[in-house]
């Protein structure tokens, strides 16, 4: 069974612009959850997606939204980019949401 | 304040040693659960353990174990000989109950290990 994939694995953008991460979780895994993470703050949870809604929202300003499609795919996007966005960007899935997460190998993004 | 305190920032053990991690958590929640997790430095967080809170026996996988002191809300990992691929971040979470069915995890800031040949 595939694990779960994350794309791009590396961007480099500029302060002000937006950019879209997207994540494919395991096959049978409905629960989609996005996590910055950096060396100041460490592992901090954006928000969880479940069957196409959003169930949990982490302590994130509104530059930080998300969707999820119905084949469980999600897409995490950050508008007006600033500097203190560089982070490694982590989404995970689970079957339920309340399980084991399998994490995928994140998306570096730098912002210049 | 601090919900995940990993209180050792970097560890050091010999190759085939026992080494143990250290976690505590703070939660007024009667049900929870808790995961160790290790990241090498490719950055891909790596699921080790669980251990739930109404879970009498200590968790084990493999060469993992978990250590659960449910009084002293403690949650230590233990990994029984090392070996050199052991070397890497392993941060504990604890995932707590929310309304509607669904949790949301926190994260310590995570224990650097290195294994010595």
């Known amino acids: 069974k595939a694990g779960v994939t994350q794309t791009p694995r590396y961007l480099i953008k500029t302060r002000g612009q937006q950019v879209t991460l997207s994540c494919s979780p395991i096959?049978?895994?409905?629960?989609v959850s996005w996590y910055q993470q950096t060396p100041g703050q460490g592992l901090q949870f954006l928000f969880e997606?479940?069957?196409?809604?959003?169930?949990n929202k982490g302590n994130f300003p509104g530059r930080f939204s998300g969707r999820q499609f119905s084949n469980s795919r999600s897409e995490m996007n950050v508008s007006t980019l600033e500097l203190g966005d560089s982070a490694l960007y982590l989404c995970?899935?689970?079957?339920?949401?309340?399980?084991?997460?399998?994490f995928g190998p994140g998306t570096r993004l730098t912002v210049l | 304040a601090q919900k995940i305190t990993q209180t050792q920032p970097g560890m050091f053990v010999q190759e085939k040693e026992a080494v143990t991690l250290d976690c505590t958590y703070d939660?007024?929640?009667?049900?929870?659960?808790l995961f160790w997790y290790k990241q090498p430095s490719s950055g891909e967080m790596i699921f080790l353990i669980y251990?739930?809170?109404?879970?009498?026996q200590n968790a084990t996988e493999g060469r993992y174990s978990l250590n659960f002191q449910k009084a002293r809300k403690s949650a230590n990992l233990v990994i029984s000989a090392s070996q050199l691929g052991d070397s890497a971040m392993y941060f504990c979470?604890?995932?707590?109950?929310?309304?509607?069915?669904?949790?949301?995890?926190?994260f310590g800031r995570g224990t650097s290990l290195i294994v010595h040949p």
């Open positions: 251990q739930g809170s109404y879970d009498e």
């Open positions: 979470a604890m995932r707590e109950a929310r309304t509607g069915g669904s949790y949301i995890p926190t």
């Open positions: 096959s049978g895994h409905r629960s």
């Open positions: 939660t007024s929640d009667q049900s929870y659960g």
């Open positions: 997606y479940f069957s196409e809604t959003q169930r």
């Open positions: 995970a899935s689970s079957v339920t949401g309340s399980d084991e997460q399998f």
